[in-house]
Structure formats: C-alpha cells, structure tokens
T-cell receptor, first 116, second 112 residues
Framework: QQQVKQSPQSLIVQKGGISIINCAYE??????FPWYQQFPGKGPALLIA?????SEKKEGRFTISFNKSAKQFSLHIMDSQPGDSATYFC???????????????FGKGTKLSVKP | SAVISQKPSRDICQRGTSLTIQCQVD?????MFWYRQQPGQSLTLIAT?????????ESGFVIDKFPISRPNLTFSTLTVSNMSPEDSSIYLC?????????FGAGTRLSVL
C-alpha cells in the first residue's frame, strides 16, 4: 500500500516533443505528490508538486495531471529539450496538508533522453 | 532554500571496513534524513535524525549497520559499518523545508 509505481523505466523523445511519465499509488491517504529531477552526479531537486484538491498544475513547460479516482498522476514535459535529459522520480507523501510532514515514498525513476 | 554539502562525494572501500559520511546544512533544521539510492532503483529512506535524540530507522535498516550522529542542528553523519559489496550505493542526505525536501549531491560508495 505504500508503493508508488512509475513508468516507463526509460524514455527517448525527440527535441520539441512531449515527454510523459506516469505514476500510480495505492494509499488514498497520500496528500502530496512531488516530482523530482536528478542530473548525473547531483542530488534530486524538486521540479513541481501537486496536492489532491486540484487536477492539474502547470509551471512553464512542466505540467502535473492528477486523477484522484484512478489514483494516478503524470508529468508532462512540453517542447522537450536536450537539457531536460535526466532521471525523473515521482513521489507521494502522507502527512499534514500544509506541511507535508510525512516521509516521501519514491517511484523507481524514469531516465529521460531528449535527442537533438 | 537549503544548501547541503556531503563528504566524501565518492569512495571505494574494502569489504569489512566502515565509512562515515558527513552532511552539513547551511541553516538550522530540525529533521535530517538519510536515503540510499541503489543503481537503477528508487530512493529508500534509511533513517530520520533529530538533534538531541536517537535516530529513527526504517524497516530493514538497523543502528548497528548504519549508526547516525546528529550533534547539532546543521550537521549529521551516517556510518556504513562492516561493508559488503551489497552496500555499494549512493547515500543521500536530505532536509525538509516548507513544503520542499532538499537533497545533497550524494556519496557514491563502491565496496570491493
């Protein structure tokens, strides 16, 4: 029940295309869903996050779509660029709505390669 | 924001030895976290370290194997004890800000 399942494991997209990464969770008590971006040799960095009271959140070229009834959420990267090539992790957390005090449960990651 | 510095950034160690990883944060934080990231795998929480109290370990991780110190609000250490090749991994220090969790760059450990 604590798992977060992420797919695909790897993704190759042409420059300018749309990258889509999907995650599914079981625990309906999760209330915070962040995406982290990790470049080689670096630690993960928060990219964008959503809470279950909204179905979509957009920040620049990055959009999270959230489907509460299906217990799924996805990351869309529009106009993908070679600089977006990285590993992306979805995560979910239990805890206070405002403070995200729960521990993050991470998906296994998706290695994205954007070809020029 | 929080800036996290980890030392060493990488190391190659012999089986049976121990390695202590240091984590320094540029601001005072109540909770510090240690994660393990195995090759091609997810990030797994090892333990949560609060200043002035014993660390809380997640299932599958024990203090004898991964002793943690938290002497003040900006510093923590994780020791990987009696290492085996299965301990080869990236170890990440993390702290939580307001609605954001920050990670250090990690320590890449290879055990021969």
């Amino acid at each position: 029940q604590q798992q977060v399942k992420q797919s695909p494991q790897s993704l190759i997209v042409q420059k300018g295309g749309i990258s889509i990464i999907n995650c599914a969770y079981e625990n309906t008590a999760f209330d915070y869903f962040p995406w982290y971006q990790q470049f080689p040799g670096k630690g993960p960095a928060l990219l964008i996050a959503i809470r279950p009271d909204v179905s979509e959140k957009k920040e620049g070229r990055f959009t999270i779509s959230f489907n509460k009834s299906a217990k799924q959420f996805s990351l869309h990267i529009m106009d993908s660029q070679p600089g977006d090539s990285a590993t992306y992790f979805c995560a979910a957390s239990l805890g206070d709505y405002g403070g995200s005090q729960g521990n993050l449960i991470f998906g296994k990651g998706t290695k994205l390669s954007v070809k020029p | 924001s929080a800036v996290i510095s980890q030392k060493p950034s990488r190391d190659i160690c012999q089986r049976g030895t121990s390695l202590t990883i240091q984590c320094q944060v540029d601001s005072q934080v109540t909770m510090m976290f240690w994660y393990r990231q195995q090759p091609g795998q997810s990030l797994t929480l090892i333990a949560t370290a609060n200043q002035g109290s014993e660390a809380t370990y997640e299932s599958g991780f024990v203090i004898d194997k991964f002793p943690i110190s938290r002497p003040n609000l900006t510093f923590s250490t994780l020791t990987v004890s009696n290492m085996s090749p299965e301990d080869s991994s990236i170890y990440l220090c993390s702290v939580r800000g307001t609605d954001i969790q920050y990670f250090g760059a990690g320590t890449r450990l290879s055990v021969l």
